[in-house]
Structure formats: C-alpha cells, structure tokens
C-alpha cells in the first residue's frame, strides 16, 4: 500500500519565505513586459485629463519629450499612440491618416527626437480620421469596404513609417490588410518595421472610455460588429491569428485582455509567436471604480492582473497602468 505524500510533501514548504517564492516563481512582471498608450491631442502645453480614465491624461505633441523619459526612466521598452483627431480634420474617407505632418507624424518624431532608443508603436485604422467613426471606409448603404480600406491603409502605414515609427499595429480588422501592409513596408524599403496584427479583436463593450478618449465615440454609425469578431467565437480567433501570421505579421494581439485569457492561452499554444493583450480602457476603469469604492488596492490589483496576462502566455501587456506597474516593480 502507498504511502500518503503527506508529510513528506508540504507545498507550503516552498512558500514559506519571501527568497522561496522568488526563486519558484513560475512567470515573472517586469517593466519590460508593458507597452505604454498615450494619446495625443492638439495644441500646446496642454495636459487634458481624460474623464472616463482617472489618471489618464491627452498630451500635446511638446509634452511627449517628458514622457518619453519617463519610459526610459522606467525601463518600459515602447509607447503606443492614439491620436485624438479634432473634428474639422475627419471626413468620410479619412484621409487625415495621409497626412505626413498629422498629429500621429508629429508625435512618433517628437518621441523619436526626445528618447531615440525607445520604441514607438502605431495604430492602423481609421476611426480616428472619419466623421462616420468607422475603422474603414463605408459604402452609401452603410456596408464596410473591405478592400477598398485596405489601400487607404498600406497609406497610412506607409505614412507613420516614413516618421519613423517602429511598430505598425492595424487595428482595424479588415481581411487581407497584414499582407497588403507587409508587401508596402518592404517596397518602401522599411523591411525592419515590425507588424503587430490586432488578430483577435472582439467587438466588446469595454473600449467605451477609449473612444471618449480619441473623441470618437459620438462620431460612430451604427456598431462595429461586422468587422469586429464576436464574443461568442474562439476556433474563429484561430483562424484569424494564423491568417495574419501567414501575411507577415510578426506578433499578435487579443483585445480586450481580461475577458479573453482563455484565448490568450489558445493562441500561445498554437503558435510559435510572440503574443501581446491589450488591457482596454473598459478594464482600467472598472478598476479605478473599484478602487474609488474602496473595494480594490490598486496596487495588488494591477500587478496580479499584469501577471494574469503573463500567466495566460503573454509577452507583453499595453496597459494604461503601465508607469503605475513599472515604478511599483522597481522597487
């Protein structure tokens, strides 16, 4: 008859101290694992909180050199921007996002000047720059144009390159854009410019204070739900990760992140890829309102979520709390 593992087996042995724990730590958080977004907004010297993301603020393009700083300072690798794009600069067809001196240009070369070895990923998509907020160009009928968007797209890519941006990220989940945006980058000669494909974004309920944020939420028609993938489906974010990977991308990204670890997890175990969540600015608020109640410490709350990520198989996080995170983990 076998003998009980008890006591010969105490996990709690391995617990016991603090060096312990470290040492049998299964995933480690550290400031290199977190992608900052900042948005920006026009003018000069201005820091406009942004009501909807307690602690979260628009910068105008001469404030980005202090931020840039404050990521190195902190050792977080890369920024991501978002442009708040005022009203008389959407139109239809978005052609904002072609413009070479748009608030995106101007912002990835102020960065660029400040903090040279940091790096600066860019959104791809069009709801910034349209006065319908969609994230493509939009039929009379109201119908999304698929491949007609994509064109625009390798543009705007192309544009945000030539600035000097590292990272193109297409948010904007038309079929086919990978491809089409790898084949521009390198005729253009800018074969080193990385694509992180938002593959599997699911039309959520949490980007609402993002689209507060870019001052795109009262511009949208209609929903994003024929081009945003739906809560419900899983084997579906499999197909569209290995189509992105087959295109060129060179990373991928889940959004939103804490509702879809399950399929962080899927992705990390089907592909020998570098894997990215977003943890969205629905799930930052709902933490801030947590803390406010004072039902949450903010503290222990976004590092357990940050590690959530990791855990689930991430190799990084963008997240609002990413300086919050990273001073907390250098300490």
Known sequence: MSQPAFPATRLRRTRSAPWSRMLHAENTLSPADLIWPIFVTEGRGVTDPVKALPGVSRLSVDNLAAAAREAVALGIPCVALFPNTQGHLRTEDGKEALN??????????ALKDAAPGLGVLTDVALDPYTSHGHD??????????????????????????????DVIAPSDMMDGRIAAIRAGLEGEGFDLVQIMAYSAKYASAFYGPFRDAVGSGGYLKG???????????????????????????DSVMVKPGM??????????DRF??????????????????????????RDRAV????????RAGCSGVLTYYAPLAARLLNR
Not at 303 to 310: I, N, R, V, W
């Open 259 to 268: 509702p879809y670890l399950d399929i962080i997890r899927m992705v990390r």
């Open 272 to 297: 020998d890829v570098p894997v990215f969540a977003y943890q969205v600015s629905g799930e930052y608020a709902l933490i801030e309102a947590a803390v406010a109640a004072g039902v949450l410490e």
């Open 303 to 310: 590092l357990e979520t940050l590690l959530g990520f990791k």
């Open 223 to 249: 929903d994003k739900k024929t081009y945003q993938m739906d809560s419900a489906n899983s084997r579906e974010a499999i197909r569209e990760v290995a189509l992105d990977i087959a295109e060129g991308a």
């Open 100 to 109: 070479p001196d748009n608030l995106v240009c101007q912002a990835i070369k």
């Open 136 to 165: 493509g160009l939009m039929h009379d009928d109201g119908r999304i144009l698929n491949d007609a968007t994509v064109e625009v797209l390798v543009g705007q890519a192309l544009n945000q390159a030539r600035a000097g941006c």
